[in-house]
């Protein structure tokens, strides 16, 4: 090996190892963080002298924000947000990759377009419109203004994807029978399964750290979202910052979310590669 491939070698490891160390380091200070409490909040050492799960027990404990009630919104909400996304844009991904029609590429390029709106200013125009159907301070009917952000990526994906589908089988099924339906969900389908995982946690996770809708379109304590109750915790006085509090909750987010993309990190990585080449 040469002395140039050899420094090119360390570089890259280099360059790998202070990404790694820039991504997991504020995860790992959550975590150490959440097992202080007191003085040792503000102790310089990283890891605790003494490990404690006060802050952990204080969020189930009840309290003026039921976290666990909120965590259980989350989890409604993202679920619901994922199921109702993937069967829109595997219905509208179809039309779109694999039906001829006037207008797709416009089409397309709207469905973009409304990604690229700010959320804050389609506020006014949602908030009216969730009082009109009467999904205003209930955690399911923030599904709606969810759709906003996820439908357009999960559509885009799945359309590239619908196009690089071979025209044999989709020929070879109609042959047999098969209307657009049982060709979507029975001949397409398992050859989606690596879009659909990459594409489903993605919006999972959109819809689990979203913010702003949360806030905006429930006041309901009962019917809040775990980023809206993170960002009500409180201390003991209008002076104290709870960073104890906060960092547990922060935690108990953000394994969930790790633990997927660890535990479908391949189907992720094909999904998100495998639509780049036609072929």
């Known amino acids: 090996m040469s002395q140039r491939s050899t420094a090119a070698t360390v570089a890259l490891y280099a360059a790998a190892t202070l ?22 909040l503000f102790d310089a050492r990283l890891w605790p002298a003494e490990v404690t799960l006060r802050n952990y027990r204080q969020l189930f404990e009840g309290g003026g924000q039921p976290f666990g009630r909120h965590l259980l ?44 709106f700010p959320q804050v200013a389609v506020l006014s125009g949602l908030f009216e419109l969730m009082q009109a159907l009467g999904l205003y301070d209930r955690a399911p009917g923030l599904v709606l203004p969810y759709l906003i952000f996820t439908l357009p990526f999960t559509v885009w994906v799945l359309t590239t994807f619908m196009r690089g589908l071979p025209v044999e089988l989709e020929e070879a099924a109609i042959m047999d029978g098969c209307g657009p339906v ?6 397409f389908m398992p050859l989606l399964v690596p879009a659909l995982v990459s594409t489903g946690l993605l919006a999972f996770i959109g819809a689990w750290n979203e913010f702003l809708f949360a806030l905006t379109f429930v006041s309901d304590t009962e019917q809040r979202t775990v980023p809206v109750s993170i960002s009500l915790i409180t201390g003991a006085t209008a002076w104290e910052v709870p960073w104890g509090s906060i960092m547990a909750a922060s935690v108990i987010v953000t394994v969930p979310l790790v633990a997927l993309v660890l535990l479908f990190q391949q189907r992720i990585v094909s999904g998100l590669t495998a639509g780049a080449v036609k072929g």
Do not use: D, E, H
């Not at 990404?19 to 040792?40: E, I, N, W």
């Not at 996304?85 to 509208?92: E, N, P, Q, V």
């Not at 694999?98 to 409304?114: M, S, W």
């Open 19 to 40: 990404v790694v160390a820039v991504s997991v380091y504020p995860f790992l200070y959550a975590l150490a963080t959440s097992f202080k409490t007191g003085t040792a």
């Open 73 to 116: 919104n989350s989890i409604v909400v993202a679920t619901l947000t994922v199921v109702v996304s993937m069967l829109l844009a595997i219905s509208a991904s179809y039309a779109l990759g694999r039906i001829p029609f006037r207008g797709k590429g416009a089409l397309l390029l709207a469905i973009l377009a409304v990604s690229m």
């Open 182 to 187: 049982r060709i979507v969900f029975q001949v």
